[in-house]
Structure formats: structure tokens, C-alpha cells
């Protein structure tokens, strides 16, 4: 089909389906090539185009003065008549065309609109990459066509399988389908997209491929039942499909011979809106299907430009109205030829015959797809041309700044405008090129629902785009989606389930990335977010919760006062001071009575006040440690005990003097036993005790301590003794009056008085001293709070042990036995 311009720009389309090729020899002349099986589609395409350029020839604001020609050419869907039309096109008289010259036959095109095929692209665009033809092709998707080097004057208007890889891989994503089956059809357009779904799926940890099949591209029954035994035997409920329609019909025979149902199919552009797919056989496994179709435009005065065409029942020599009558008897089921329609039993056209009263796709125009790309790549030739004829002269881009000149362009200098043509259509999408020549990419995200009728709509629920950033940008309409399962709702595709917060992904051996097992976070280790590769260990003071899913503040553990341990020892030593004091009381109120009065009453007032201090040095051990409590706590418990310890053993020394004077000769003993020298002896011992404690704190005081030792999820908090030795010298000191006390208690046990101090003393060394043989192993033994428990109940056992064995009898005897508090009753004669 040809019309006459100013400048021409060529097309290649498939009207037809099959070619027909002659037979040939060497003597005969060369005869032409025939196609046949009319297709309507293509026919529609090649009409788009030349509305497009019929519509800027109007348009008086683009290309003034200068008309636009066409020259479209079948194809016939076979890669050698593909060529041989670039051929046609590109062959021009070998004279300079001059606009004023009357040249006969087609003149040379500047650029093509073409092709539709992926495999006919790449040999077309490597045949006109070396005459820098510019071609734009409307429907070739194959991402091998992205290399510049070896395509230099290829563009699209049609997204490269690169992006559309990626636009289904982000559906996927979307969706959480991890697990998915790839279906690709045997020629350049499956094999790439194969290959970049691969790598790209990989790449973005979007999922992994359950199968990858390769459709036959001739019937072959035995493989094709192999691959769908695969997808009804695999656990991937999403099978992608990058195939042409009719490959996909062979398969679809064998999946509903197989009833595989249970399946969500996403098609690729190449798929999404073929309409021979939308049987009754088909649809029960189809339906729902998702995939990216071609952007969808509007081109108002479309429809009414189609129902212009007519054929000229005249004219028989061009070749063009040859190819409208077949399209009208396509149509109307006539024949022009009258011979020849009577012996096909059809009725004659006439050429009045209305169009609008057919019922087919040919003035549908409500989901311009493919015509919308082809509408866009004429108007990206006519812009670039547009923009080069504007060109002021001694500014242009060329050698010494000249312009190209409209009676001596070249493609090339037309290919130099069309790699920065910049414009918006009129429908607002945006138009232009990126170094590899392609369009901005943007998809319709579509999918088939079934009507009431039978009939199948392709609904648009979201698009996918690429930004500036070269990132994509996915919208979907959710509520939109028809889901072909008895649920309603998005199926679930996945290898492995999820591993949840807690725990972490462990890759099976031997399987792909997607199917793992999921292993919990050991102690101390977290996840926090869903498929963790590993737990991450939480900080120094925190631990992980009992979910494994954050960290928390680890606990805090010490003998508190609002703990039971705590409370009952607290309680111990509230008591024991309280009976130091009620029985202080008894003495003082006593304190004249022969019983209080034998053995020095002051050091007996002054051990049931160092006893009342034993008593409340424990609350030291009790509550969280601090720097003062931890220096406190064992110099008041060692000078505590070494005071009461001190007065003990000078009482105990003390009676072994009295007895000893009694005996003749004895007497001078006694001077050294007085009052003040007891009292200079108790303060002697215990200023020993009070310089040890001295020296230890000044060199290695107790600190305050948090221990992780003891429990990896707690915090202990401790006094450190700082010193072990001055810790040692401190308990061996007490540890050697009280044996020394309790040795020479021991030897005045038998002393004839009836009231004998003696008894009661050695009793309670034996109950002091077994606290503090127990106590060492135990302490030692002891984590944590459990050490400071250990020992302030050894502080309340020797402390009740002293109260009760020295204090108890004499308690007894003045509360409840006072005739025998006498110096009669005491003396025992």
C-alpha cells in the first residue's frame, strides 16, 4: 500500500499469514512471491499507520508544507519476506531525489515502522544498522535488540523483555510468589526472557523457578504432555508463560485433557490480550489469569478513518486497493470476481456494502494496544523530522554546522534527531528514547475475567512503570482481581513457608534458595524480620525475649527486700535486733540483780549492743549493691562480730581468773583482770579487726559488680570483695577468737559454780563456730544473690546462736525463776 509525499516512511506488517513461494529456474523469469490467509489484525495495524499520518498531515502546526508519504508491506510472518521488503523499501533511483522531479515508482523511505517479530527485527535492524536507516519497531520485545553497537538505528515503542521480566517479577513479589514454573516458547523472544527471568529472579531474591520448560514450536504431543505432567505434579500453584497464542493452544489441549486445575497463569505482553485463547474449553483453567499487556491509548477519529476504507472495484492495477478488496471480501464472504465466487457457491461484492453491520475486531477500538505503539513510533519519525527541518542554518548539528535540507536527507541525518525526540501524545504519555533506544517502558497489569455471557474482558487492574530512577513502580487494584479459586483470594506459591521473626533460614541441601527450613534463634540471638538468613546476637546488657523476636533488657538479679528470700531474711534481722532490744531492756531494768551483775554487766550490755549491730549489718546485704553498701557491709559485719566475739572471750577469760584466785596463791591474778583492763582488752581486739578493714578498703575496696557469668539472660549484681586476702584475713580473724574463746570456755565448762558462764559460752562457740565451718563452702558455692543470702543467713544463725545460748538462760531465770536470782542461788552454796 503506497501513497506519494514529500517524504515517505515505510511499514512492515503481516496481512497475511503463510507465503507462497513459486518455483524457480534458471532460464525462467523471477516471479513474485504470493501470501495468503488474510490477516485482519495486521491489516488494522498497517490502516493505524496510515491514519497516523494522515492525521499530521492535517495537523498545520507539524511538518508545514510538507506532506508525508507511506509505503507498507507484507511480511507474511516469515523472516526471508521480512527481508526482502527492507529490501523494496530502502532501494530508491540511483539519481538525488528532487522534490520538483517527477519520479515514477515509490520513492526511498527515511525511516520504517517494523517489525513485529523479535527473530525479523534482528536481521532487519542489522541489515539497516549499515545504512543507519532508522527503524522503530512497535511490537519487538527481545532485549537482545537493547546492544547500540550492533544495532545502532534500532528504536521501540514497545518496552524490551528486560523490563518485562521485570515488571512480572515485581507482580510476583507483590503477591509473595516465591516458587514459581516458567514456561518459553523456542525462538529469540522465549529464549531471552528465559534467560533474564533467570538471572533477574536471582538477582532481586524474588523467588526461584520450580521448572523451566520450553514449548515445542511444531505439535509434538509426547513433549507436550510431559510438561504439563510437570505442572500438575509441582508444587508451584503460578506457571509464567513468555510464548506466543498459538503455542500456548497446544498446551492448553493437553492441561484441560488433564483437567490441571489449581493454577494462577501470568502471561506475558506477547499473551495477555490474545482473544483466541477465551474459549468455553479453556476458560475453566484461564480464567483469572494475570499478566502485563501492552500500554492501552486512545486515538480519537481512529474508528471513523477504518470505516473510510473501501475498495475501488475499478481499479485493478494498484496493488494496494488489490489488497483492500481482499480485506472487504475477507469481510463479507463475497468475491469481486464473479467466475470465481460462483464456483465457491459466495455472492458478489459490490463495494457498498457496510462494514459497521460485521461483527468483528477490525472497528473495535476499545483496547488500541499494539495500534497505540504504532501510533507512537509514526509520530516519533514525523517529531525527529519535524525538529530537523526546523534547523537554522550555520547552527546545525553536521559538518560546519549545516542542516539537512528536505531535497537531500539522509536516514542518518534523521536518525541523529530521532535519538532526542521529546514529546507527549495526546492520551499524556511521554515519548522519547534512552541510549538503547527504547521508549520509557510502562505496562498495563490486566486480567481476564469471565462474563455472564461467556464471554472473557481483559480488565486493567494496575501498571507497572519504569522511574527516573530506573527503579519500577508497580500499582495494582487488588479489589479488581477476579481469582479463579473456590477462596476467592490470591493463591499461595512458595517453596518453603515463611520463617517468621525468631528464627532463621536454613537452605536445604541440594535445593534451590526458596525451599529452606526454618530454624529457631539460639539464646541471646534474635530475628526480627520474616526469612532472616541469620539471628543477630543482642547487646552486652540485653537478652533475647522468649519469642526470640527482639532483644530485652536482661534481668536484674540480687537479693532484693520484695522477694521471699529477701523478705524472710529482712525478717530475721528485724527480729533479732528487736530481741536485742527487749532484752537490754530486761537488763537495764535487772541491772542491779546478782544475775546481770556476775561477770562484768558492761560487757554484757556491750555484746547484746554489738549482737543488735550483727543483727543490722545483714540489711547490708540485702537490696541492689552499691559503693557504699559493698565498703560497708563486711567492715561493720567483721568489727560487729569481732566485738562481740572480743567480749566473750574476755568474759571467758574472766572466769577462768576468778576461779583461779579462789585457789591459794592465785590471787595476784586477778589484777589483771579489772574493769579497765577489760574494757581496754575488748577495744584492742576490735581496733585490730577495725585496721584490716581499714587497710583493705584504702587498697582494694569492694565494689559494686554487674556478673554475666553466672546466667547468660541475667544481670547479677555483686560486691566484688576486691581483696580476697583482706576478705580472708577479716574472717580468719573472727574465726581465730572465737576458737580461741571457745577453747578456753571449754576448759572452764567443769567449774563448781551452780551458775556457770562457762557452759553457756562453750555452747555457743560450738553453735558459732559449726555456722562459719559451714559457711565457706557454701559461700563459695553460691552464684550470685545466692552468696549474699548464704551469708547474711550465717550473720543471723551465729548472732540467734549467741543470743540464745548466752542470753536465754539469764532471760529465764529473771523473768521466770527469780527466787534463784540470788547470790545464793548464782554461787550454789
Not at 17 to 44: L, N
Not at 527 to 547: E, G, H, I, V, Y
Not at 665 to 685: C, D, E, H, N, P
Amino acid at each position: 500500500m503506497h501513497k506519494p509525499g514529500d517524504v515517505v516512511l515505510g511499514g512492515i506488517f503481516k496481512a497475511h499469514h503463510t507465503p507462497v513461494f513459486p518455483k524457480q529456474s534458471f532460464t525462467s523469469k523471477p516471479q513474485r512471491h504470493m501470501c495468503k490467509g488474510f490477516d485482519i489484525a495486521g491489516f488494522r495495524f498497517a490502516m493505524t499507520m496510515a491514519f497516523a499520518i494522515d492525521e499530521i498531515n492535517k495537523n498545520t502546526s507539524m511538518l508545514p508544507n510538507v506532506t508525508l508519504g507511506y509505503s507498507l508491506y507484507d511480511n507474511c510472518v516469515t523472516l526471508v519476506v521480512g527481508l526482502s521488503t527492507v529490501l523494496s523499501l530502502i532501494n530508491g533511483p540511483d539519481e538525488e531525489f528532487l522534490l520538483q522531479n517527477n519520479c515514477l515508482g515509490s520513492p526511498p523511505v527515511l525511516g520504517i515502522v517494523g517489525d513485529s517479530s523479535s527473530s525479523s527485527s534482528v536481521a532487519i535492524a542489522d541489515m539497516l544498522g549499515l545504512f543507519k536507516m532508522p527503524i522503530v519497531s512497535y511490537f519487538s520485545t527481545c532485549s537482545c535488540l537493547t546492544d547500540r553497537q550492533r544495532f545502532p538505528s534500532f528504536f521501540r515503542t514497545i518496552p524490551s523483555d528486560a523490563f518485562q521480566v521485570r515488571a512480572m517479577i515485581n507482580i510476583l513479589k507483590h503477591f509473595g510468589w516465591t516458587w514459581v514454573g516458567l514456561l518459553v516458547s523456542d525462538d529469540d523472544y522465549g529464549i531471552h526472557a528465559a534467560r533474564s527471568f533467570q538471572s533477574d529472579l536471582t538477582h532481586s531474591g524474588g523467588g526461584c523457578l520450580a521448572y523451566l520448560k520450553v514449548l515445542p514450536w511444531e505439535s509434538d504431543p509426547p513433549e507436550t504432555t510431559r510438561i504439563v505432567n510437570v505442572i500438575k505434579t509441582s508444587t508451584a500453584r503460578v506457571v509464567v508463560v513468555f510464548a506466543h497464542d498459538f503455542l500456548m493452544i497446544q498446551l492448553m489441549e493437553e492441561v484441560a485433557r488433564q483437567n490441571v486445575t489449581g493454577r494462577q497463569w501470568m502471561a506475558s505482553e506477547a499473551l495477555s490480550t490474545a482473544t483466541v485463547l477465551h474459549t468455553p474449553r479453556f476458560m475453566p483453567y484461564l480464567s483469572g489469569t494475570l499478566g502485563i499487556a501492552i500500554r492501552q491509548g486512545e486515538m480519537p477519529g481512529l474508528r471513523e478513518f477504518l470505516l473510510q476504507t473501501r475498495p475501488d472495484p475499478n481499479d485493478s492495477v494498484n496493488h494496494g486497493n488489490s489488497l483492500v478488496k481482499e480485506f472487504w471480501e475477507y469481510m463479507f464472504q463475497c468475491k469481486f470476481d464473479l467466475k470465481n465466487g460462483a464456483e465457491n457457491g459466495m455472492q458478489l461484492c459490490t463495494g457498498e456494502e457496510n462494514i459497521e453491520d460485521v461483527q468483528n475486531e477490525f472497528l473495535d477500538v476499545s483496547n488500541l494496544r499494539p495500534e497505540y505503539n504504532i501510533y507512537k513510533a509514526v509520530y516519533a519519525l514525523a517529531h525527529a523530522l519535524n525538529d530537523l527541518l526546523q534547523c537554522e542554518p550555520g547552527r546545525g548539528p553536521f559538518n560546519g554546522n549545516s542542516c539537512a535540507t528536505l531535497q537531500k536527507m539522509e536516514p542518518w541525518q534523521l536518525l541523529h534527531y530521532l535519538e532526542k525526540v521529546n514529546f507527549t501524545t495526546s492520551f499524556g504519555d511521554q515519548v522519547s528514547f534512552d541510549e538503547n533506544g527504547d521508549a520509557l517502558p510502562i505496562y498495563d497489569v490486566v486480567n481476564w475475567l469471565p462474563l455472564p455471557d461467556g464471554k472473557v474482558k481483559v480488565q486493567n487492574v494496575g501498571v507497572v512503570k519504569s522511574l527516573v530512577s530506573k527503579s519500577e513502580k508497580l500499582t495494582i487494584d487488588e479489589d479488581k482481581i477476579f481469582w479463579n479459586f473456590e477462596s476467592n483470594k490470591s493463591p499461595q506459591s512458595v517453596c518453603s513457608n515463611s520463617c517468621l521473626p525468631g528464627a532463621h533460614m536454613t537452605i536445604k541441601k541440594g535445593e534451590p534458595v526458596c525451599c529452606f527450613d526454618c530454624i529457631p534463634c539460639s539464646d541471646g540471638t534474635i530475628s526480627n524480620k520474616t526469612d532472616s538468613l541469620m539471628c543477630s546476637s543482642c547487646p552486652q546488657n540485653f537478652w533475647s525475649s522468649s519469642r526470640r523476636d527482639h532483644c530485652v533488657p536482661k534481668k536484674k538479679e540480687f537479693l532484693s527486700y520484695h522477694e521471699p528470700l529477701g523478705i524472710c531474711l529482712t525478717a530475721g534481722s528485724l527480729l533479732g535486733t528487736f530481741l536485742c532490744a527487749v532484752i537490754l531492756g530486761i537488763f537495764i531494768c535487772h541491772r542491779f540483780t546478782p544475775i546481770v551483775r556476775a561477770n562484768n554487766s558492761e560487757l554484757s550490755f556491750l555484746l547484746l549492743v554489738s549482737l543488735k549491730l550483727c543483727f543490722l549489718c545483714s540489711l547490708l546485704f540485702i537490696g541492689r549493691p552499691k559503693l557504699w553498701t559493698c565498703q560497708l557491709r563486711h567492715a561493720a559485719f567483721g568489727i560487729s562480730f569481732v566485738l562481740s566475739v572480743s567480749c566473750i572471750l574476755v568474759k571467758t577469760m574472766v572466769v577462768l581468773a576468778v576461779f583461779k584466785a579462789s585457789k591459794p596463791g592465785g590471787g595476784a591474778i586477778l589484777k589483771w583482770f579489772s574493769t579497765v583492763q577489760q574494757r581496754i582488752t575488748v577495744i584492742v581486739l576490735t581496733s585490730i579487726q577495725g585496721a584490716i578493714c581499714a587497710v583493705w578498703l584504702m587498697f582494694a575496696s569492694p565494689v559494686p559488680h554487674k556478673n554475666t557469668k553466672y546466667h547468660k539472660d541475667k544481670i547479677v549484681h555483686e560486691c566484688v570483695v576486691g581483696s580476697t586476702i583482706g576478705f580472708s584475713l577479716l574472717l580468719g580473724y573472727i574465726g581465730s577468737l572465737a576458737i580461741l574463746s571457745f577453747l578456753l570456755a571449754f576448759l572452764a565448762r567443769n567449774l563448781p559454780d551452780s551458775f556457770n558462764e562457762a557452759k553457756l559460752i562453750t555452747f555457743s562457740m560450738v553453735i558459732f563456730c559449726a555456722v562459719w565451718a559451714a559457711f565457706v563452702p557454701a559461700y563459695v558455692n553460691s552464684p550470685g544473690k545466692y552468696a549474699d543470702a548464704v551469708e547474711v543467713f550465717a550473720i543471723l544463725a551465729s548472732s540467734f546462736g549467741l543470743l540464745v545460748a548466752l542470753f536465754g538462760p539469764k532471760c529465764y531465770i529473771i523473768l521466770f525463776r527469780p527466787e534463784k536470782n540470788t547470790k545464793k542461788g548464782i554461787m550454789g552454796r
